[in-house]
């Protein structure tokens, strides 16, 4: 469907197939996207003062938050990133600077605009990689040429000729090549061996870069490799192989690296989106020196990013002033009101998301369309094992997870996964047995496999 036709309502809906609950996040976050399509309709001097509006959002770990910002970049068809605010410090300090949110966020939407372009030119790329195959097999006899004065001016030109010349080309070469290439195409040669020329991508590594310099020294070797001549090895595969790794290659030649590169830049700027997980982990808790100065200088080199800055990429400068963003955090030590006051304005729109109930993790466990449940039957039946959750199955599995999370720590639905993981332990196991056979996951199924852990302190701390 196509991204001008999404009303705030239909957003909801698609979230509601992977999300239980959290209703105020969802129209919130549908609202904010929706805004979004509504700022590209207007004029160009009222569009460069709508400035989207970001979101904070509050709750306890395992309840939806980055699903929900997950979910939403993928339903527009946004660039994404996600980052854990933990893992950035102040200018000054030894980290990771707040400026390589953007440039990874920028890295991601040229590789989604890259992936387009090269699907647009898949078809035309299978024919040079048949084309290639086929020379593999049944070479042409190439001219022989005295080196030239022209060949000389190559090694500083660069350029080079890349048509193939043949001597004595006739007609029956000619229709052997075309039958050799129908039958590559039908994948009737796919077990033959051939040998391959590839360009191998060499990286140099700049040393004694701390972790500050990180990225710029990414940077660095990948602009020193574009300066260094591509280094090209024989290598002996397979034609099925061969067709896998070479079509990216012929893919890659046909696409417009310019045009890639400035809609890949556009889609950052305006329809980027960045999940800034833990925010909490950053607030200040009253003291002035110590860690809670680092924490509090995060907070303030996010603020430009935030607000709306123009940061240097390797492709070149990046505005941040219509990307939106959305923190998320717990909050159980701290509160949103502990930020720095410059911080919280920036964040104007609040959300907070409630603990799951036992209720909800029946739904989880059925509903949606990446289900827990659903992808265990799938796993399994892979083993021909046909895996049948009963009702009173779920509801145990709910109420167990549920109850542990009441007991040990809340983790919300994260629990599911080793409560789940832990009764199938031995049907896993057993797969493939050599014939099929089903399993019916009943309350007795659950509780025989889990009641003496669950009743078990010492067990159930460090089991489930």
Known sequence: MSLDN???????????K????????????????????????????????????????????????????????M????????????????????????ESIIRDLVDISIANIKSKMMQEVEDIAKG??????????????????????????????????????????DYDEIQKRDELIQRIKSNELDDQEIEVEVEEEQVPSIPG?????????????????SFMPKKKKIRKMKVSQAKKVLLPIEEEKLIDKDRMIQQGIEAAQNRGIVFIDEIDKIVSRGSSSGPDVSREGVQRDLL????GTTVSTKYGPVKTDFILFIAAGAFHVSKPSELIPEFQGRFPVRVELQPLTEEDFVRILVEPENALTKQYKSLLWTDDVDIKFEESGIKCLANIAFTLNDK??????????????????EVSFLAPSGSAWSVSIDENYVKNRLDKVVEDKNLREYIL
């Open 6 to 16: 999404l009303t705030p309502k239909m957003i909801v809906n698609e979230l509601d």
């Open 18 to 73: 992977y999300i239980v609950g959290q209703a105020s996040a969802k129209k919130l976050v549908a609202i904010a996207l929706r805004n979004r399509i509504r700022r590209m309709k207007l004029s160009e001097d009222i569009r460069r003062e709508v400035i989207p509006k970001n979101i904070l959002m509050i709750g306890p770990t395992g309840v939806g938050k980055t699903e929900i910002a997950r979910r939403l970049a």
């Open 75 to 98: 339903i527009s068809d946004s660039p994404f990133v996600k980052v854990e605010a933990t893992k950035f410090t102040e200018v000054g300090y030894v980290g990771k600077n707040v």
């Open 128 to 169: 040079r990689v048949e084309e290639r195959i086929a020379q593999s097999i049944l070479p042409g006899k190439k001219e022989q040429k005295k080196q030239s004065m022209s060949d000389f001016m190559q090694m500083f030109t660069g350029q080079k000729n890349e048509e193939v010349q043949y001597q004595n080309v």
């Open 209 to 225: 870069l701390g972790p500050d310099m990180e990225d710029m020294g990414l940077q660095l070797g990948e602009m020193f490799s």
């Open 304 to 307: 430009p990013i935030v607000e």
């Open 408 to 425: 040990i720590e809340n983790i919300g639905a994260r629990r599911l996964y080793t409560v789940i993981e832990k009764v199938l332990e």
